[in-house]
């Protein structure tokens, strides 16, 4: 489709500028009933009956999973953890003595299903030690192996691969086997039919693994926790009970700021109790969803990048991103990327048209090479060794060729970029005469532009490209827009209408894919049949380029990604970070996760019918209800579908461009009771809004398109889900979709998610799966910073803080704890400052914060201090994150927490109580053309006067403090090795601050001295004023009487 498609809200209209029509792929099939482990079809017993594993639960686990498990695994159930009993024909394992079992199936349990029946001759079997049993026959010797499967299941795996592909991965398996004691080399003997029991059995093990912290590195840790918690909990006795009575202002004043350190600890710290890692394995994904023969049964994704001012956001940073997503190596049929365009830019639109015509080279060089990353301007950029494992001879012509060619493409969009700067008097217009619609960019229609993904767009090589797909919702006075929040809302709309993919991944305009497989290791998880269906999205760790090497103001957050994240992930999933993730469509969209199976409750026939009728009468009926909800792929999710029944709603005038009746026998499976009130637009308008079209999508939780829909109604549809009256009286923004109500709206989608039950798994591969580009300079660092804290602040003050939001549902308490502290950390700056300050009153007073120590005291300082070091030791043990990094972090976390955290405190509230909008504007100054010269580049910003204070009173304490040691004699030095080294405790981490500030040339602008001078100087002469110094008389008061003696 080669037009742009445009709408408004509130005219059942569509303007179509130089379109073209396109055909929809065809909507996926039925699914029939699968193994819960491995997602193959469950198979039958000898007697024809389904295979059952489990007769307490009936948790549908197929026959060679059940052997697996036995042989390999626990031997339990995975639902009701009930121990396998043995089948017969199954083959003992230990523990199988104890169960009743006969002895006529003897022979039944070392026969291989579709094999050669060979006649067993019991005195030729050896029973083993550790469950492992072997069969002589005709001389040699076969080891029975759990997990063998059908001929026919067998040759269909075995068709997926050519001969040295198949005998490559049997020689890896047979190395792992003998490397776990399984097998050894003297049992190969030349049968090579067992190799595809050994392979087959590999491919049913699970897509990825839990992999522990070791003990010998936990263990420790969690020790030094709980030492370091009964330390600080006798320290605060002591600081509590032993009041500095010479200095009570102060003592007060320290006591409550350390609690309130103590406290944050906490939420902190217990967290990150129970930190792990996972592995994935690509592989055993491509062997099980993408065999050879067969349709690909990879499930789609959307991808979705944001963007509001391509002035502001290079246009080239963009077409990287979006030449990143078209090359990634997943099925072409599947990928589709959807561009939002919040700020109606012609500029961002032309981009996208080159890039489109750039990706028909760029794509196809890409995944013949196997190139990474395939970003253009970063792979081109990248001081590596190009050349290594390339083994093409034509590879060093191509890519001479490829570059040449992106040089040529960036030249064209720095010629658009030159052209934006200035907007002519008559507006925008397009290529072809037409005025660009989004001239006014507050008040436009809603556009869409499809760029590839239909006919005729082919790569170079005829092959087919990804969907691209831009989007720029309608924008009208006097309606709310809700910034990034309702532009994603928006995505997530026109996607289901033109798309519906399952899982939805986003992007910021600057993240793009450094790993061309980061889709498949979201897909290990996503496409897992055990816990997939439980998963609300899958968080990559971000990572960034173009920090210097120092990471001077820990941008690359690393304290955070490896060490915080990793804990949330061993308790209910890490939080969403805005950028980098994977989603679950249906999580989006409100619904809770499926409900677990629960083991039936033991019964008796005892009691009378009547007791039944009263206690559990309506089980049965229940159950069948149940049955039925699992049947339709809805689970829990109908139960609060339910509550909508019943409720009328009235039509708006912007008419969809479908009713119901024409998209139900799309819906095909589906009873027709529930169907007609799952259906009910009355239901569901409310909840989702007038467009039966996306209704209808919400019910496919396996994604598709209804059949019987043409691409033009599609589109015109999807203009109408963008319009700006679409969310009026909806859950849009409360309940579905990214949630309003904070500038941080990914916290605060996250924890609504959890809060419903949902699980989130952190994947870490060892290639980072995304960059990004991150400010390395101090004010602007400082804004991003003061963003955050400033989203934390509203939701603290809103109703969905997690302090007293969601008792009732399934957010466990760890990760509670964790997302209080995400809210309640930029409250700690109020502490942080004051903590700041004593040092410097304390030397210019010539007082202290705590009374003179005896030994009992002294031992629980320096524990505590030994405690504090002790736990960062170890916490770097176990993550691997370097020292360098942690003592960054550190840092930063007090520069951060004296400025732009204060700020965010205060302008948090003023916001929310007052109403009061204030914005810190960044001006800047200077600019250095060398490399990392944006780290030099000084902007002023209000937020570097609370820092630069600290920094100069401090100094200043330091200088009165020695000066008055000096002045006292010998005596006086004791006391104040203490206040030196709480004062050089500031100054130390507020170092790269005051470095930062410094500049290149050591040189500060003025405005910044005035303003710290001023405030230090007008500090200090309060304390002057009043003799801190001098002894104070209690003698009579002497006066002179005026007569000159």
Same mark, same amino acid.
């Given at each position: 489709?080669?037009?742009?498609?445009?709408?408004?809200?509130?005219?059942?209209?569509?303007?179509?500028?130089?379109?073209?029509?396109?055909?929809?792929?065809?909507?996926?099939?039925?699914?029939? /009933?699968?193994?819960?482990?491995?997602?193959?079809?469950?198979?039958?017993?000898?007697?024809?009956?389904?295979?059952?594993?489990?007769?307490?639960?009936?948790?549908?686990?197929?026959?060679?999973?059940?052997?697996?498990?036995?042989?390999?695994?626990?031997?339990?159930?995975?639902?009701?953890?009930?121990?396998?009993?043995?089948?017969?024909?199954?083959?003992?394992?230990?523990?199988?003595?104890?169960?009743?079992?006969?002895?006529?199936?003897?022979?039944?349990?070392?026969?291989?299903?579709?094999?050669?029946?060979?006649?067993?001759?019991?005195?030729?079997?050896?029973?083993?030690?550790?469950?492992?049993?072997?069969?002589?026959?005709?001389?040699?010797?076969?080891?029975?192996?759990?997990?063998?499967?059908?001929?026919?299941?067998?040759?269909?795996?075995?068709?997926?691969?050519?001969?040295?592909?198949?005998?490559?991965?049997?020689?890896?398996?047979?190395?792992?086997?003998?490397?776990?004691?399984?097998?050894?080399?003297?049992?190969?003997?030349?049968?090579?039919?067992?190799?595809?029991?050994?392979?087959? %059995?590999?491919?049913?093990?699970?897509?990825?693994?839990?992999?522990?912290?070791?003990?010998?590195?936990?263990?420790?840790?969690?020790?030094?926790?709980?030492?370091?918690?009964?330390?600080?909990?006798?320290?605060?006795?002591?600081?509590?009970?032993?009041?500095?009575?010479?200095?009570?202002?102060?003592?007060?004043?320290?006591?409550?700021?350390?609690?309130?350190? @103590?406290?944050?600890?906490?939420?902190?710290?217990?967290?990150?109790?129970?930190?792990?890692?996972?592995?994935?394995?690509?592989?055993?994904?491509?062997?099980?969803?993408?065999?050879?023969?067969?349709?690909?049964?990879?499930?789609?994704?959307?991808?979705?990048?944001?963007?509001?001012?391509?002035?502001?956001?290079?246009?080239?940073?963009?077409?990287?991103?979006?030449?990143?997503?078209?090359?990634?190596?997943?099925?072409?049929?599947?990928?589709?990327? +959807?561009?939002?365009?919040?700020?109606?830019?012609?500029?961002?639109?032309?981009?996208?048209?080159?890039?489109?015509?750039?990706?028909?080279?760029?794509?196809?060089?890409?995944?013949?090479?196997?190139?990474?990353?395939?970003?253009?301007?970063?792979?081109?950029?990248?001081?590596?060794?190009?050349?290594?494992?390339?083994?093409?001879?034509?590879?060093?012509?191509?890519?001479?060729?490829?570059?040449?060619?992106?040089?040529?493409?960036?030249?064209?969009?720095?010629?658009?970029?030159?052209?934006?700067?200035?907007?002519?008097?008559?507006?925008?217009?397009?290529?072809?005469?037409?005025?660009?619609?989004?001239?006014?960019?507050?008040?436009?229609?809603?556009?869409?532009?499809? +760029?590839?993904?239909?006919?005729?767009?082919?790569?170079?090589?005829?092959?087919?490209?990804?969907?691209?797909?831009?989007?720029?919702?309608?924008?009208?006075?006097?309606?709310?827009?809700?910034?990034? %929040?309702? %532009?994603?809302?928006?995505?997530?709309?026109?996607?289901?209408?033109?798309?519906?993919?399952?899982?939805?991944?986003?992007?910021?305009?600057?993240?793009?894919?450094?790993?061309?497989?980061?889709?498949?290791?979201?897909?290990?998880?996503?496409?897992?049949?055990?816990?997939?269906?439980?998963?609300?999205?899958?968080?990559?760790?971000?990572?960034?380029?173009?920090?210097?090497?120092?990471?001077?103001?820990?941008?690359?957050?690393?304290?955070?990604?490896?060490?915080?994240?990793?804990?949330?992930?061993?308790?209910?999933?890490?939080?969403?970070?805005?950028?980098?993730?994977?989603?679950?469509?249906?999580?989006?969209?409100?619904?809770?996760?499926?409900?677990?199976?629960?083991?039936?409750?033991?019964?008796?026939?005892?009691?009378?019918?009547?007791?039944?009728?009263?206690?559990?009468?309506?089980?049965?009926?229940?159950?069948?209800? /149940?049955?039925?909800?699992?049947? #339709?792929?809805?689970? @829990?999710?109908?139960?609060?579908?339910?509550?909508?029944?019943?409720?009328?709603?009235?039509?708006?005038?912007?008419?969809?461009?479908?009713?119901?009746?024409?998209?139900?026998?799309?819906?095909?499976?589906?009873?027709?009771?529930?169907?007609?009130?799952?259906?009910?637009?009355?239901?569901?308008?409310?909840?989702?809004?007038?467009?039966?079209?996306?209704?209808?999508?919400?019910?496919?939780?396996?994604?598709?398109?209804?059949?019987?829909?043409?691409?033009?109604?599609?589109?015109?549809?999807?203009?109408?889900?963008?319009?700006?009256?679409?969310?009026?009286?909806?859950?849009?923004?409360?309940?579905?979709?990214?949630?309003?109500?904070?500038?941080?709206?990914?916290?605060?989608? @996250?924890?609504?998610?959890?809060?419903? @039950?949902?699980?989130?798994?952190?994947?870490?591969?060892?290639?980072?799966?995304?960059?990004?580009?991150?400010?390395?300079?101090?004010?602007?660092?400082?804004?991003?910073?003061?963003?955050?804290?400033?989203?934390?602040?509203?939701?603290?003050?809103?109703?969905?803080?997690?302090?007293?939001?969601?008792?009732?549902?399934?957010?466990?308490? #760890?990760?509670?704890?964790?997302?209080?502290?995400?809210?309640?950390?930029?409250?700690?700056?109020?502490?942080?400052?004051?903590?700041?300050?004593?040092?410097?009153?304390?030397?210019?007073?010539?007082?202290?914060?705590?009374?003179?120590?005896?030994?009992?005291?002294?031992?629980?300082?320096? %524990?505590?201090?030994?405690?504090?070091?002790?736990?960062?030791?170890?916490?770097?043990?176990?993550?691997?994150?370097?020292?360098?990094?942690?003592?960054?972090?550190?840092?930063?976390?007090?520069?951060?927490?004296? &400025?732009?955290?204060?700020?965010?405190?205060?302008?948090?509230?003023?916001?929310?109580?007052?109403?009061?909008?204030?914005?810190?504007?960044?001006?800047?100054?200077?600019?250095?053309?060398?490399?990392?010269?944006?780290?030099?580049?000084?902007?002023?910003?209000?937020?570097?006067?609370?820092?630069?204070?600290?920094?100069?009173?401090?100094?200043?304490?330091?200088?009165?403090?020695? &000066?008055?040691?000096?002045?006292?004699? +010998?005596?006086?030095?004791?006391?104040?090795?203490?206040?030196?080294?709480?004062?050089?405790?500031?100054?130390?981490?507020?170092?790269?601050?005051?470095?930062?500030?410094?500049?290149?040339?050591?040189?500060?602008?003025?405005?910044?001295?005035?303003?710290?001078?001023?405030?230090?100087?007008?500090?200090?002469?309060?304390?002057?004023?009043?003799?801190?110094?001098?002894?104070?008389?209690?003698?009579?008061?002497?006066?002179?009487?005026?007569?000159?003696?």
């Amino acid at each position: 489709m080669a037009g742009l498609f445009t709408g408004s809200h509130g005219r059942n209209d569509l303007h179509v500028l130089h379109a073209a029509d396109e055909h929809r792929p065809p909507t996926r099939g039925s699914t029939t /009933k699968t193994c819960r482990v491995c997602g193959d079809e469950i198979g039958l017993n000898e007697d024809g009956r389904v295979f059952v594993a489990c007769h307490e639960c009936g948790f549908p686990v197929c026959r060679p999973c059940y052997d697996y498990e036995r042989s390999e695994g626990h031997q339990t159930c995975p639902q009701c953890n009930t121990r396998y009993k043995r089948h017969k024909g199954c083959a003992r394992v230990e523990g199988d003595d104890e169960d009743n079992h006969d002895d006529d199936d003897f022979e039944d349990e070392f026969q291989l299903k579709n094999r050669h029946h060979h006649t067993l001759d019991p005195h030729h079997v050896e029973l083993g030690d550790h469950s492992q049993h072997q069969v002589h026959m005709n001389g040699a010797t076969v080891r029975s192996v759990a997990g063998s499967v059908a001929g026919k299941d067998f040759e269909a795996e075995k068709e997926a691969y050519n001969t040295e592909e198949w005998k490559e991965r049997v020689e890896k398996w047979k190395t792992r086997q003998e490397k776990r004691g399984l097998i050894t080399k003297a049992d190969d003997g030349g049968h090579d039919e067992d190799d595809d029991d050994f392979l087959i %059995a590999e491919a049913r093990q699970p897509l990825w693994r839990k992999v522990p912290i070791p003990s010998r590195l936990i263990s420790p840790y969690r020790i030094v926790i709980v030492i370091r918690f009964i330390i600080l909990c006798f320290f605060f006795h002591f600081r509590i009970l032993t009041p500095a009575k010479d200095a009570y202002p102060l003592w007060i004043i320290s006591v409550i700021c350390e609690i309130w350190f @103590g406290l944050s600890w906490i939420l902190d710290q217990f967290p990150k109790w129970l930190p792990i890692n996972r592995e994935t394995y690509l592989d055993r994904l491509s062997l099980r969803f993408e065999r050879e023969g067969e349709p690909n049964q990879l499930s789609a994704v959307d991808f979705f990048v944001s963007t509001v001012d391509p002035l502001k956001e290079p246009p080239i940073i963009t077409a990287n991103t979006v030449l990143s997503i078209l090359s990634v190596d997943y099925p072409v049929e599947k990928v589709s990327c +959807y561009v939002s365009d919040d700020g109606a830019s012609m500029l961002l639109f032309d981009t996208l048209s080159e890039t489109a015509e750039f990706a028909r080279r760029w794509v196809p060089f890409c995944k013949k090479y196997n190139v990474e990353p395939r970003a253009p301007e970063f792979y081109f950029s990248e001081k590596i060794d190009y050349l290594k494992d390339k083994v093409q001879p034509t590879f060093v012509k191509d890519r001479r060729a490829m570059k040449r060619e992106y040089e040529e493409f960036k030249v064209r969009i720095n010629a658009l970029v030159a052209k934006a700067q200035k907007k002519p008097e008559e507006g925008w217009v397009m290529q072809d005469g037409t005025p660009w619609p989004g001239n006014n960019t507050r008040d436009h229609p809603g556009m869409i532009q499809v +760029y590839l993904g239909s006919e005729g767009a082919l790569d170079i090589e005829g092959k087919e490209l990804p969907r691209l797909v831009y989007v720029s919702r309608e924008k009208r006075p006097g309606y709310q827009h809700h910034k990034k %929040a309702g %532009a994603m809302n928006a995505l997530v709309r026109v996607s289901a209408v033109l798309t519906n993919a399952p899982f939805i991944l986003n992007l910021d305009c600057d993240h793009y894919l450094n790993n061309s497989k980061a889709v498949r290791e979201a897909m290990c998880f996503l496409m897992d049949p055990q816990i997939g269906k439980k998963l609300c999205y899958v968080q990559f760790p971000q990572r960034f380029d173009g920090i210097d090497r120092h990471d001077r103001y820990a941008n690359r957050n690393v304290v955070f990604f490896d060490i915080n994240m990793k804990g949330l992930d061993g308790i209910q999933g890490p939080v969403y970070v805005g950028t980098g993730c994977v989603f679950n469509r249906q999580a989006l969209y409100g619904y809770d996760p499926p409900a677990s199976e629960k083991r039936p409750k033991m019964t008796c026939d005892c009691w009378p019918k009547w007791c039944c009728c009263c206690c559990g009468g309506s089980r049965k009926s229940k159950d069948k209800k /149940k049955g039925l909800k699992s049947l #339709l792929g809805l689970g @829990g999710l109908y139960s609060k579908k339910k509550k909508m029944m019943g409720k009328q709603y009235t039509r708006r005038s912007s008419g969809p461009a479908f009713d119901l009746e024409e998209i139900e026998e799309g819906l095909e499976g589906y009873d027709e009771l529930e169907k007609s009130s799952l259906m009910s637009q009355k239901n569901f308008e409310k909840r989702f809004g007038m467009s039966p079209v996306f209704i209808a999508s919400t019910l496919m939780e396996d994604g598709g398109l209804p059949e019987g829909t043409s691409q033009t109604s599609l589109i015109k549809e999807a203009i109408h889900v963008i319009s700006c009256g679409y969310e009026e009286k909806t859950e849009w923004g409360k309940e579905i979709g990214w949630i309003y109500g904070s500038v941080t709206e990914d916290i605060l989608t @996250g924890f609504k998610m959890h809060c419903r @039950g949902w699980r989130s798994v952190y994947c870490s591969p060892k290639r980072p799966a995304f960059k990004g580009s991150a400010p390395i300079n101090l004010s602007d660092r400082l804004h991003q910073v003061l963003r955050w804290a400033l989203g934390s602040v509203e939701i603290f003050l809103s109703r969905h803080c997690p302090l007293w939001y969601g008792y009732g549902g399934k957010l466990k308490w #760890l990760e509670r704890l964790a997302y209080i502290n995400t809210i309640v950390y930029p409250f700690t700056s109020i502490a942080l400052l004051a903590y700041c300050v004593l040092p410097a009153v304390c030397l210019l007073t010539g007082k202290f914060i705590v009374p003179t120590l005896n030994n009992l005291a002294s031992i629980w300082f320096i %524990a505590l201090f030994l405690s504090i070091i002790v736990t960062g030791v170890l916490e770097l043990r176990w993550s691997g994150v370097s020292i360098e990094d942690w003592w960054r972090n550190e840092q930063f976390w007090v520069i951060g927490g004296v &400025s732009a955290h204060l700020f965010a405190v205060f302008q948090g509230l003023l916001k929310v109580l007052a109403g009061v909008d204030t914005n810190f504007t960044v001006t800047a100054k200077a600019a250095d053309d060398a490399e990392f010269g944006e780290l030099y580049l000084f902007k002023w910003t209000t937020l570097l006067i609370p820092p630069t204070t600290l920094i100069i009173i401090n100094m200043v304490g330091v200088v009165a403090g020695v &000066s008055d040691a000096i002045n006292n004699g +010998y005596g006086s030095w004791g006391p104040l090795f203490g206040k030196l080294f709480f004062a050089f405790w500031v100054i130390v981490h507020l170092y790269p601050f005051l470095k930062g500030l410094m500049g290149r040339q050591n040189r500060t602008p003025t405005i910044v001295v005035l303003w710290s001078i001023l405030l230090a100087s007008i500090f200090s002469l309060v304390w002057v004023r009043i003799d801190p110094f001098l002894p104070k008389q209690t003698g009579p008061i002497l006066k002179q009487c005026g007569v000159e003696c």
